[in-house]
């Protein structure tokens, strides 16, 4: 087989792999511990990896060595966000028990989270409606990709893709603060 038949190959052979087991990577995720909107972002990140890097593969276009190295990207994105985690902690996951956050905080907190919602109110207002209502739906609400969709009358792909444009944007945002 000459290259371009070998690219082409790889790349229907990840075509069919996400097809076949679309929710696979997410799975993977979560098992690591990570939330359902998390999960998402990581399968997507792997994805979006495994397609820049698709042509650099060298061996044979065979589905078992697709699958194994696209789980090792997903491996090696898992043990980059510990890293990063480790060296940066961050508190803007909820806790998996009943109490809420807001019993938690001391009353000398209560000041901050006040002022933390104040500067997300404002990061929010900066989003386009559309994908603001996606961001508020899907993250704070809690609702599934599926939920959003029906209720915006859209599909769910483009809930996902606004939802990650959403939080690239706050990204982006948040960058210059930190």
Partial sequence: MDAVTTAERRRELLEQMI????????????AAGHTTAESEDLAQET?????RALEDIRGPAEEALMCGWVDRIAANLLLNVRRSLARHPHTDSLPDHEETLASQLSARDDADLVMCRTSLEVLLDALPDEQRAVFVARVLEERTTAQVAQDLGISEDLVRWRLRTARSRLRDQMKPAI
């Fill in 19 to 30: 097809t076949q087991q679309p929710e696979r990577l997410a799975r993977k995720m979560r």
């Fill in 47 to 51: 994805l979006v990896r495994a397609l």
